[in-house]
């Protein structure tokens, strides 16, 4: 999620996501961040609450929930991503065909069409 570090955005990124195109934000970015804020390491300048709030607000992106289907997948996934949270979006980006705005370059280890 963009949130209030959006110049460290590619180019690309900004245009798909400033355009109107429907954005999603799959629930375990969101967790994610919540996790790594709690533990002091991902500082915004408002709270955490009231920013993701106003961001999907903003950008009306649409949340995208965690599925039973997508957490099939995991147990099939090669280990090439160690992150959970980042494997979660990796099979929901397979499951559904949809496209993920990532700079982790380990996300073409796998089928899925990523954009940066």
Known sequence: MACD??????????QLIESNN?????????WEM??????GNL????PFDELIREQIALYDYKIYPIELRHTFLLSHL?????????????AQSIVDAI??????AAFDLYPVNRIW
């Open 22 to 30: 429907t954005c999603w934000i799959s629930i375990a970015s969101i």
């Open 43 to 46: 500082a915004f300048a408002k």
């Open 99 to 104: 496209p993920v705005i990532s700079v982790d």
């Open 5 to 14: 570090r959006r110049s460290k955005l590619s180019y690309k990124a900004k």
């Open 78 to 90: 090669e280990q090439h991503h160690k992150d959970p949270f980042d494997r979660l979006i990796i």
């Open 34 to 39: 919540a996790i790594k804020h709690k533990l």
